[in-house]
């Protein structure tokens, strides 16, 4: 069963770069697309980004200009960094499994596995 | 503003059906296939339905997709107090952005 856990800081200061790590579990990292989703405290799940295994990226463009995810297959980990945060970037920050598939033109995009979760707050 | 519309909220009764609308176009919801997710109280989303209206391992038969034009939809039945959850849909937008995009979210009360 593939797992997923985020790490990293819980407090964030304004105009600081924001860092999480993702580390798989019980699967390996290769072949697949991995995915930060976001969601501030009472409202719903914004989509950040993902990182193919080879390392090519798909940022969403509201937040390209500050968006960065990298991969570290030796390390089963992917990890995201968000920079120049405000108030407005606290929000819990899920890691998940993304299938990407191409059926006659037609895109399927599933998230099936969804790490629990860890609340980033940005203030001084 | 989502790119894909969901109501924000739906009620029945124990034991009832209820359904949840997702609202898109033509370069999301129509061209490509939706996913649904369930989110319960102080959790993480769960994957529920995908390509439309497949059901992974472990869901239970009482969830059911379906997909027509630019509109998705969610349907439960026999309505448990244990699906008191947000739900949310998902799909490609093959726009310029070509992006991943979520419905704002749908919060389901079993009164």
């Known amino acids: 069963q593939v797992q997923l856990q985020e790490s990293g800081p819980g407090l964030v200061k304004p105009s600081e770069t924001l860092s999480l790590t993702c580390t798989v579990s019980g699967g390996s990292i290769s072949s697949y697309y991995w995915s930060w989703i976001r969601q501030p405290p009472g409202k719903g799940l914004e989509w950040i980004g993902y990182?193919?295994?080879?390392?090519?990226?798909n940022y969403n463009p509201s937040l390209k200009s500050r968006v960065t995810i990298s991969v570290d297959t030796s390390k089963n980990q992917f990890s995201l960094k968000l920079s120049s945060v405000t108030a407005a970037d606290t929000a819990v920050y899920y890691c998940a499994r993304l299938r990407i598939t191409m059926v006659r033109g037609v895109i399927i995009t599933v998230f099936d596995y969804w790490g629990q979760g860890t609340l980033v707050t940005v203030s001084s | 503003q989502s790119v894909l519309t969901q109501p924000p909220s739906v009620s029945a009764a124990p034991g009832q059906k209820v359904t949840i609308s997702c609202s898109g176009s033509?370069?999301?919801?129509?061209?490509?296939?939706v996913s649904w997710y369930q989110q319960l109280p102080g959790t993480a989303p769960k994957l529920l339905i995908y390509e439309n209206n497949k059901r992974p391992s472990g869901i239970p038969d009482r969830f059911s997709g379906s997909k027509s034009g630019t509109s998705a939809t969610l349907g439960i039945t026999g309505l448990q107090t244990g699906d008191e959850a947000d739900y949310y849909c998902g799909t490609w937008d093959s726009s310029l952005s070509a992006s991943v995009v979520f419905g704002g979210g749908t919060k389901l009360t079993v009164l």
């Open positions: 033509s370069s999301n919801i129509g061209n490509n296939y």
């Open positions: 990182i193919y295994y080879s390392g090519s990226t």
